[in-house]
T-cell receptor
Framework: DAKTTQPTSMDCAEGRAANLPCNHS???????VYWYRQIHSQGPQYIIH???NNETNEMASLIITEDRKSSTLILPHATLRDTAVYYC????????????FGQGTELSVKP | DVKVTQSSRYLVKRTGEKVFLECVQD?????MFWYRQDPGLGLRLIYF???????EKGDIPEGYSVSREKKERFSLILESASTNQTSMYLC?????????????FGSGTRLTVV
């Protein structure tokens, strides 16, 4: 089972920041938080990942709470092309390193 | 950029046929994965492989097998296709040592079994 919970859907106005929350209250100390998104009819695309510090790249920022039980993905200036399903994933640390996906958040960016 | 290429974007097969879905990656990744995606069920792991000739069952391996004879290629085999295997199939690859930039997915193969 997925170790994360996310809202099913969210709306965001174009040009505004999109803040996508994720709860992962049972995360282990050596597990990372990954975010992916899936645009319709495409494969999931990596966005960002982090362990405990906040992270930023050209796509987004990731804010992880100090207790690591939740995180927020921030798209600072959402565009229509950011409309997608966003998955928050806790990576299981084993030989297989498999990703287990939850249901994700369907983000709709509206003009 | 890492590329994961799935041989077919759309595929239509008949019930009972043996179906091969091919996936090739070009970045020398150790790990490769096969998922299927269905509405309301999300992405579910079928099989994965962390080395040549190695394979591990995922969450829904029934009705499927896999082959990894070369590091860059991971094949998903439907021994006798059934209509309940109509789905989007996604292949992914990754390095084995965490953390890394993540997993890279192919564009998917939409399989219809009639």
């Amino acid at each position: 089972d997925a170790k994360t919970t996310q809202p099913t859907s969210m709306d965001c106005a174009e040009g505004r920041a999109a803040n996508l929350p994720c709860n992962h209250s049972t995360i282990s100390g050596n597990e990372y938080v990954y975010w992916y998104r899936q645009i319709h009819s495409q494969g999931p695309q990596y966005i960002i990942h982090g362990l405990k510090n906040n992270e930023t790249n050209e796509m987004a920022s990731l804010i992880i709470t100090e207790d690591r039980k939740s995180s927020t993905l921030i798209l600072p200036h959402a565009t229509l092309r950011d409309t997608a399903v966003y998955y928050c994933i806790v990576r299981i640390y084993n030989q297989g390193g498999k990703l287990i996906f939850g249901q994700g958040t369907e983000l709709s960016v509206k003009p | 950029d890492v590329k994961v290429t799935q041989s077919s974007r759309y595929l239509v097969k008949r019930t009972g046929e043996k179906v091969f879905l091919e996936c090739v990656q070009d970045m020398d990744h150790e790990n490769m994965f096969w998922y299927r995606q269905d509405p309301g069920l999300g992405l579910r792991l079928i099989y994965f492989s962390y080395d040549v000739k190695m394979k591990e069952k995922g969450d829904i391996p029934e009705g499927y097998s896999v082959s990894r004879e070369k590091k860059e290629r991971f094949s998903l085999i439907l021994e006798s296709a059934s209509t309940n295997q109509t789905s989007m199939y996604l292949c992914a690859s990754s390095l084995v040592v965490p953390p890394n930039y993540g997993y890279t997915f192919g564009s998917g193969t939409r399989l219809t079994v009639v």
